[in-house]
């Protein structure tokens, strides 16, 4: 493997860290209401302007407004849920029964919303988040990377990390996991199926936040800047497996790293096809994505 | 009798005065000028903004002298998001059911386009403030006219600064856009006649996209004398942070150049820092050219206006009104074929320059050749444009013994 072949490697699964934070809440908020939340690339823009400006305009340290982003994306994700979720599947205990066709629309306007009021309200210009750290290059052997990328990545890790064992140990991670898996029988069990949409949106929306703020010094804060990432998560969503977590997380390192060397050895203005064309072979050939189960309703 | 004949009279002068009626509403009617711009995203948001401070600086001072012939200037302005199916529809709205008497305003290459073939269909003066992509005066529409900067011109200018900087490959990073492309395309053509002993290669990126890395990482192993970045905020932004972070530019080894314009934009320095000390910039506006007064009337009215330096774009709009405003008078109508004729014949010294229009044909046509430019490198962060080393004045050789490379 020669210098720039490490490089890429490296250069990859970090971009692949940082789309598997944005793709697990998508991820999430499918499996257990079976919707796609069009909004969800405006939460990764809200959380870097809520770094952004939390940290420059109020001067707080970096290190105090990285989670706060966190929490802000969170309470917009619970917002979401109980002013515009909740008539989706009030009062239904069946998947079949919920008016999803109400979620395209209802997320579609609130994506469009959010562009729009950022634009107004906070401008149209773009805003660069502080970086953790000022070292601006760090020499790894082959790899030249900046200290700020270096240490998100690693936060990035932990945070997936955390993430997956509360969804597979914790009290609410079990109980989402049972709503995921069947609605009705969920809340036979006794399981409160509203709260545990709430608690999916509150993660979905804190970890698309986070994922904003911790890229907030490389993306630079647009009103516009969660459109691109939105779209990787959803192909992300389909190769993984809908709703499928441990899928999302392999996908997103898959899509990193097959970007990262397509761009050099193939094309780099196909770049962006590389995800397009390995989600419609997953659809001809695996339409359960890697993870994801066959199922079939009649 | 007498009593008989004040009756007439009174009725005759009633009924004249009736008459005159309209015309006197007319006369006071306002002159609606569209204006089609960026408000919203994905176009440049900042170029809009910078635009319509403008036009309604130019608009406020023309209405203040008494507006055109007695009529004020109304500007009708519609947001195209930069999207070429919205400019379309926006100069089509603007045409049929505001009844503007030209448009202008338009400042992204896709969206004039587009623009111009509804204002072609209609035969509507177009003023085209900032569209840079040759193709549209290639287009030879006797409506379209570009008192703004062109990408030949940009490109010979790269190509003569490259040349002057002693550069051997060079290479630019182009978004995907009928601007970007277009000047990446303009800088070769204009290096093979200018220079052709410099290799020169251009890449094209998306404006959209966040992450460029896999364009720039082969760079570090051989990377080339000069980068020419062709893309705009935010975009424009991310690469040059990127471009800096491994190594490659600004650098002992390879210049970074700007031929967007983007130093003078007002979130330059916070999105930039380090990535931006030691560009060098192709300016069409610096505190230090050269101004008619018109200019510094402008300026200054601006600054009032937003509390912001001036900016090259403040410039362009203004002259794109003012123009408008100088062919009514001449024309003395607002007719469309008066006003086209009238614009043809243009001789007007705006915030920049005499402005004429070439008949010449190619990306000369309907264009003001002569637009002014210079070359200045911003040497410290957060360094205004205006304490920036000016190291090439109009039509004036770069003097390299103002330039600053790092050390390495």
Redesign the interface.
């Known amino acids: 493997m020669s210098g720039i072949d490490v490089d890429l490697a490296v250069n990859g699964l970090i971009t692949g860290l940082f789309y598997a934070l944005m793709a697990i809440g998508l991820s999430l908020i499918f499996g257990i209401l079976k919707i796609v939340n069009f909004a969800h690339g405006e939460f990764y823009m809200v959380g870097a302007y809520a770094y952004t400006l939390i940290a420059l305009a109020l001067g707080v340290p970096v290190w105090v407004a990285l989670p706060l982003a966190f929490v802000v994306g969170a309470a917009l994700g619970w917002l979401t849920e109980r002013t515009l979720m909740r008539p989706l599947y009030a009062g239904y205990t069946s998947w079949g029964l919920m008016r999803d066709e109400y979620a395209v629309i209802v997320t579609f306007g609130l994506s469009l919303f959010l562009i729009n009021l950022v634009d107004k309200v906070i401008g149209p210009y773009a805003y660069r988040g502080p970086p953790l750290v000022e070292t601006s290059r760090i020499v790894l052997g082959p790899v030249l990377i900046s200290g700020h990328r270096l240490l998100a990545a690693g936060i990035a890790i932990a945070v997936i990390a955390i993430t997956a064992a509360l969804i597979k140990w914790s009290f609410w991670g079990q109980q989402i996991r049972a709503v995921s898996q069947n609605r009705l029988g969920a809340s036979l069990a006794g399981i409160d199926t509203a709260k545990a949409s709430a608690i999916v949106f509150m993660l979905s929306g804190g970890l698309a936040a986070f994922a904003g703020a911790l890229l907030s010094p490389v993306i630079n804060a647009s009103p516009d800047v969660g459109v691109f990432p939105a779209i990787k998560s959803y192909i992300i969503v389909v190769l993984g497996g809908m709703g499928s977590v441990p899928g999302a997380i392999i996908a997103s390192l898959a899509l990193g790293v097959i970007e990262s060397f397509g761009a050099v050895y193939l094309s780099y203005q196909y770049r962006d096809a590389f995800g397009l064309i390995l989600l419609m072979l997953f659809l001809l050939f695996r339409p359960q994505g890697l993870f994801g189960e066959k199922g079939r309703e009649v | 009798m007498a009593g008989l004949l004040r009756r007439d009279v009174l009725g005759l002068a009633l009924t004249a005065a009736a008459l005159m009626l309209p015309l006197t509403a007319q006369a006071a009617d306002p002159i609606k000028v569209g204006v089609t711009i960026t408000q919203?995203?994905?176009g440049s948001?900042?170029q809009?903004?910078q635009v319509k401070d403008g036009l309604e600086v130019a608009a406020k001072m023309i209405n203040d002298a008494g507006g055109v012939d007695g009529r004020k200037i109304e500007l009708v302005i519609e947001d195209t998001q930069g999207l070429p199916e919205k400019a379309r529809a926006a100069v089509e709205k603007l045409i049929t059911r505001d009844k503007v008497v030209a448009i202008t305003g338009e400042h992204q290459s896709s969206a004039a386009l587009a623009g111009i073939e509804v204002a072609h269909r209609y035969k509507i003066p177009y003023i085209n403030t900032n569209a840079w992509s040759d193709a549209i005066r290639e287009k030879g529409y006797p409506e379209v006219f570009n008192p703004g900067n062109y990408n030949s011109r940009v490109g010979a200018a790269a190509a003569q600064t490259m040349k002057e900087l002693g550069a051997k490959r060079v290479l630019s990073f182009a978004e995907?856009t009928d601007y970007g492309i277009g000047l990446a395309k303009a800088i070769g053509e204009s290096l093979k006649k200018i220079a052709p002993g410099i290799e020169y290669k251009y890449?094209?990126?998306?404006r959209?996209?966040?992450?460029f890395?896999?364009?720039i990482?082969?760079l570090?192993?051989n990377p080339p004398d000069a980068i020419i970045n062709l893309m705009l905020?935010?975009a424009a932004?991310?690469m040059m942070?990127?471009v800096?972070?491994?190594?490659v530019a600004p650098s002992a080894k390879t210049w970074l150049y700007d031929g967007s314009g983007l130093a003078d934009?007002?979130?330059f320095w916070?999105?930039?820092?380090?990535a931006g000390k030691g560009m060098l910039v192709f300016g069409l506006y610096h505190p230090k050219m050269a101004q008619p007064p018109l200019g510094k009337q402008v300026g200054e009215a601006y600054t009032a206006k937003t509390k912001n330096e001036p900016n090259r774009l403040l410039f362009q709009a203004a002259d794109s009104l003012f123009l408008i405003a100088d062919a009514i008078k001449r024309a003395k109508s607002t007719e469309p074929e008066a006003l086209i004729k009238a614009l043809g014949e243009t001789k007007y010294t705006g915030t920049r320059g005499e402005i004429t229009f070439s008949k010449d044909k190619g990306f000369a046509f309907n264009q003001w050749l002569d637009v002014p430019y210079v070359t200045f490198q911003l040497t410290q962060v957060n360094q205004k444009v205006g304490d920036s080393a000016l190291v090439s004045q109009p039509g004036q050789p770069l003097d390299a013994s103002k330039l600053w490379k790092p050390a390495k």
């Open positions: 919203s995203p994905p948001v900042v809009g903004t995907n890449e094209t990126l998306d959209a996209s966040k992450d890395l896999p364009a990482l082969p570090r192993a905020p935010p932004y991310i942070n990127q800096y972070e491994q190594g934009y007002p979130d916070q999105n930039v820092k380090e």
